[in-house]
């Protein structure tokens, strides 16, 4: 029953019970359950009390078109960022918008929230249906990096790096960070973890809700360097460009985070060089890990390999329905694993994939044309195509800095 203010009155929207609003909010899309949010105070209460949809078609979200425009427009109040879905048709966009001051970049999708950069270089947990923000240690936190502010006023003016190199307060985070990942969602008030790569891949660290201060789990050397990590069977595991793999504890213990050598470091055997490295925990069980190599015999010059990884080390490329009937979705976001009889557009079998920071390989991807962007890998056929619109903004500088995430089910 609607309230009413008299015998005329008509009930609005804003008199729908809140439970009603939960069942309409669980049937929602990301676009649909952004719109809900916003027609009013109690729609967005409802939002706000639900938490992240579970929304069963991943999205794609790019900033492409506001890569060129971030580093010398400084009037806009507001960033507006394109989704997506691979299996509409290509002019087929939503619309999303940020603060400008909280988005300069994006490092991670996990359960439903983003990891951000925003203008102080400094990470930030966002929430894109009830604009919740959770700050993250500030940077100035990392020992290799110190905060410049002016003699007058006090203002911040650069950041200073351990190499002496000065960067811009917002442009330093561009550089900076790699990949975040989220343990679980802070929706949920529980002790989520954010683990992060950062400095050119190199270092791997790790902040706990609510805690004030980045502790740094590793530090590689001898040209390796972190690719991807992700949270499989509650903890996080973690691969190098060098193929090894590590398992992390990061409880209690007094003597800090404890780390668990999966697969040693070896050079890669294969024709070609290795481009990307990804983890990814499955509905059944396994670990699987992704790697995209060079392969001139493919029709696009680009191969994908599948790896199962168990406790004896990751084994040789598996073959046949590794994926039974299911598809990946590869990049920034923490990798998923998704059954598609009940995605429309999802083709089975296929890596959905969105370029990731590529350093290590960047002369190799000058020649490259297929790389960039977001690309559907057909693992029967070996075919690589764009799947949604490409930003071309430099080509993406080839892939360097990549401008695009996919946000997946809040499972």
Known sequence: MFAAAGPCASPSLSDLPIDLLLIILERLELPHALAFAAVCTTWSSAATAAGVPRSRTPWIMSWGNHVDK???????????????HPGDAVDKI???SFLKSSFVACYGAS?????LANDLSNLVLHNPVTLA???????TDFACVEAVYGSEG???ENYLLETNSRFEAYRLGIWFYQKAVLS???SRGGDYVVMIIHNNGERLSFAKAGQSRWQVASTLSGGDRYLDCAYHKGRFQAVTLHGMVEKWDLGGASNGPTREVIYAARPYGGLGCILTRHLVSTPWGDLLQVRAILARHYPDGIAFQICKVDPDGCKGVVQGNVLMDHALFLGLNHS????TQNLPGIRPHCIYFSAPVIIHAFDWLLGLRVWGGVRTYDVKTGKFERTVPFCDVKEQ???LFPSEVWITQNL
């Open 70 to 84: 971030r580093l010398d427009e400084r009037r806009r109040s507001a960033v507006t960022c394109n989704l997506y």
């Open 94 to 96: 939503y619309r999303v």
């Open 111 to 115: 359960h439903g929230w983003l990891v």
């Open 133 to 139: 923000m959770i700050p993250l240690p500030p940077i």
């Open 154 to 156: 006090g203002n911040l």
């Open 184 to 186: 679980c969602s802070p």
């Open 336 to 339: 998923a694993c998704l059954p």
């Open 397 to 399: 500088i080839y892939g």
